[in-house]
Each structure stands twice: as structure tokens, then as C-alpha cells.
């Protein structure tokens, strides 16, 4: 009976660890606010091209919405949905990202700015992922989707836009890409909006970085 006791006392302490674990896993979601963008370094596939093109650490970015009260990541991947916050986190290297708030936005938007920019991410909804970084509506890739939303909605561009040219592009990661999106029809002149040129924008200020 003793020894019976003390395992059954050893697997209630394994429990209540295991649960204490993912309650202390949940807190640690960063509180964030409708509106805020986030960055992080995919695992992609394309994520190295994209790195070294622009000369930056992030590859990835999405605007965070809420639903039900829950923070989900609005991007564009696959298709342009919604993805829970913590999945978003996980899915990066290392689990790092970067939080960015506008800076007259220390504190929340108001309820017009934050209706207006739910009413612009959804009519890019279920959108298809844009491998050819081309900037029309009928498809979007992830840094065109958060610009859009931004400036259709509250009239804010934030980031300039370039032109494919500019970018560092002799690379042989880089080189390869080109070649399966465009073959030998590079549109040099094209209009693009990367994550570094948001993750710099004067307009945008650090709120959280893990």
C-alpha cells in the first residue's frame, strides 16, 4: 500500500507539473493589440533569397487581429488567413519575433481605426499566396497585404516602396528564385514592399522582442 501511495503520489506531481507547464506556456503570449505587426524568420523555403535580397533578418510579418477576444495573425502564406498567434510564433526560427505598434498608437486604436482595418483584411480574405511578389489585388504576399491594410484603411503607408532592381540579387539563392518565378523575364522595374522596409519604418516603435 506504501509503495502504491507514493506512486500515486509521484504521477499527481508529474500532473500537476505537466499542467502548471502549459499554464505558464499560455501566459506567455505577448499582449498585444489589434493592429499591431509582427515579424519573425520563416523556415520557408524562400526565406534565405529573401534574407539576403534585402539585407535583413525577417522574412516573414503579418498584422495581428483578434477574434473572440484571441490574437491571431492575419497573413499571407498559402492563402491570406488567419493563424493563431502562438502557432504564427512557433512556426519561426527559433520561436523569435518582433512586435511594432504605430508610434501616435502607444496605446490602443480607436474602434473606427480597428473597424476599418478588420473591414479592409477581410475583403483580402482567402486570397492566394503571391510567389511572384506582384503588386496587384488578386494575390498577395506577406509584407503587400500588411502595407494595403494600412494604407486602404487608415491612409498610412508605412515603408517605401522599391523596385525589384534595387535589391541585392547575385546570389545563388537568389538567382535560383528568380529563375523558377520569372525564367528569363525578370520585371526589373517592378513595384515591391519588403518586411525590412517596414521593420524600418520611422512610423513604426518596438514593443516587444523576445
Known amino acids: 500500500m506504501m509503495l502504491f501511495n507514493k506512486r500515486l503520489g509521484a504521477l499527481l506531481f508529474l500532473a500537476v507539473f505537466l499542467l502548471a507547464g502549459l499554464v505558464s506556456q499560455a501566459q506567455e503570449l505577448p499582449k498585444v493589440q489589434e493592429g499591431d505587426i509582427i515579424f519573425q524568420t520563416s523556415r520557408s523555403a524562400q526565406s534565405l533569397a529573401i534574407q539576403q535580397a534585402t539585407g535583413s533578418r525577417y522574412s516573414h510579418m503579418g498584422i495581428i487581429l483578434l477574434s473572440s477576444g484571441k ?35 502607444g496605446h490602443s486604436l480607436t474602434a473606427q481605426e ?3 482595418i478588420n473591414k479592409q483584411a477581410q475583403r483580402f ?86
Open 71 to 105: 490574437p491571431y495573425v492575419f497573413e499571407a502564406a498559402a492563402t491570406v488567413k488567419y493563424t493563431p498567434l502562438s502557432a504564427w510564433i512557433d512556426r519561426g526560427e527559433r520561436k523569435h519575433f518582433v512586435i511594432k505598434r504605430l508610434k501616435n498608437a
Open 114 to 116: 480597428q473597424l476599418r
Open 125 to 210: 480574405l482567402g486570397m492566394p499566396y503571391d510567389a511572384q511578389f506582384s503588386w496587384s489585388d488578386d494575390k498577395m504576399y506577406c509584407s503587400e497585404l500588411v502595407w494595403k491594410i494600412y494604407d486602404r484603411a487608415l491612409g498610412i503607408q508605412i515603408g517605401k516602396l522599391q523596385k525589384v532592381r534595387e535589391f541585392h540579387l547575385d546570389t545563388p539563392a537568389i538567382k535560383q528564385k528568380l529563375h523558377e518565378r520569372y525564367g528569363t523575364q525578370i520585371p526589373w522595374n517592378a513595384a515591391v514592399i519588403s518586411p525590412k522596409a517596414m521593420f524600418e519604418s520611422p512610423l513604426l516603435a518596438t514593443v516587444i522582442a523576445n
